[in-house]
C-alpha cells in the first residue's frame, strides 16, 4: 500500500476549518463574557489618594470609610465608593475672582457688589472684599447631612459678615479693627456650621480689602488727605514741644539751682558774719582800744584799695584846694 504524500499545510488545514467553524459560532458569547467580567474586575477596585478618606455605600447605607490605597467592593451597583479630600485646604472668594493664580495674580475686572457691599453700624457702606479657607473634618456629614456645603458655605459666611460689620463703625473696619473682625466672622460661622453637622472646619477668615464705594471714592481721598495733613501737623507740634519743653525746664531748673545756691551762700555769708561778729564782740571786750584800732585799719585798707587817687593834708593846712588840679 502506497501513502500518499503531502504536504504540512495541508494536513492542518482541515483541523483550522473545524477549530473557525467552531469559534465563529460560540464568539459572540465569548465577547459578552469578556465584557461582563472586564465590568465586573473594573467595578471591583478602586482607588484612595493620600490625601483623601473613601466612603462606602451599600445601596445607598453608610456601611465603613478606608484610608488611602486599593480596595475592593461589591460591585454591579451594590458597593459605591466616595473619595473625599480631608487634608485638602479650599477657598472661597467674596467681592473678587482670582483669574490666574501665581506670584503675580490676575483678577477678574467686573466687580460683586452684590456680595460685597456692607452696611455699617453708622449707617455707611463699605466694599468689602474677604476669603474664607475650609478643610472637611467629618466626610460622612459633608456629604450627606448638608446638601450643598460650597453654597451653604457661602451664603453663611455673607450673612456672618453683614451683622458682623454692622457691629462696627465705618473706620474700625477700615483701619483698626480688621484683626478683630476677621477673629469675630471665623467664630461665629464655626458655629453656625456645627450647629448644622456639616462635618466643616473653618481654618481662617481674612479680609482682603476694605474700601469706600466707587461713587464715594474721591470724597473719601480727601478726607484721608485732610487726616494726613493733620497728622503731619501734630506731628510737627509735638516735635516742636519736645524741642522747646525740655528746654525751658532745663532752664527753669537751671535758675532755681543757681537761686537755691545764692541764697545758700547769702545764708552762710550771714551767718559767718554773725558769727565774726559776736567773736570781734568777746575781743572788743577784753582790749577795746585794739580791737577798735585793729578794725580801723583794716576797713582803711579796703577802702584805700578802691580809691583812683590818694591825698595826703597837712594838718595845719587850712584846705585842700591848693593841692587839686582842676585843669586836669
Known sequence: MEFERRSPDEIIEPFKKKFNSKFLKSGPLVAVAILVISVILGGTFYTIQPNEVGLVLRFGKFIRSTKPGLHLKIPLGIE????????????????????????????????????????????NVLDLEWIVQFKIKDPFKALFVVRNVRKTLRDLSEAVMRQIAGNYTFTEVLTTKRIEVN??????????????????????????????????????????????????????????????????????????????????????????????????????????????????????????????????????????????????
Open 183 to 328: 477673629i469675630a466672622v471665623q467664630k461665629k460661622l464655626q458655629e453656625i456650621l456645627d450647629s448644622y453637622n456639616s462635618g466643616i472646619q473653618i481654618v481662617t477668615v481674612k479680609l482682603q480689602d476694605v474700601n469706600p464705594p466707587d461713587p464715594v471714592k474721591p470724597a473719601f481721598n480727601e478726607v484721608n488727605e485732610a487726616k494726613q495733613e493733620r497728622e503731619k501737623l501734630i506731628n510737627q507740634a509735638w516735635e516742636t514741644y519736645n524741642q522747646k519743653i525740655p528746654q525751658a525746664r532745663g532752664e527753669a531748673l537751671k535758675m532755681v539751682t543757681e537761686a537755691e545756691g545764692y541764697a545758700l551762700a547769702k545764708i552762710n555769708t550771714a551767718q559767718g558774719d554773725a558769727k565774726r561778729f559776736l567773736l570781734l564782740q568777746k575781743e572788743y571786750a577784753r582790749a577795746k582800744n585794739v580791737t577798735r584800732r585793729r578794725l580801723y585799719l583794716e576797713n582803711m585798707s579796703e577802702i584805700l584799695k578802691k580809691a583812683k587817687s590818694k591825698y595826703i593834708v597837712d594838718p595845719e593846712q587850712k584846705g585842700i584846694l591848693p593841692l587839686l588840679q582842676l585843669k586836669k
Open 80 to 123: 459605591k465608593a466616595f473619595p473625599v479630600k480631608v487634608e485638602y485646604i479650599y477657598k472661597d472668594e467674596f467681592g473678587f475672582r482670582t483669574r490666574a493664580p501665581g506670584i503675580r495674580s490676575t483678577y477678574e475686572a467686573r466687580s460683586y457688589d452684590e456680595e460685597s457691599l456692607m452696611l455699617t453700624g453708622d449707617l
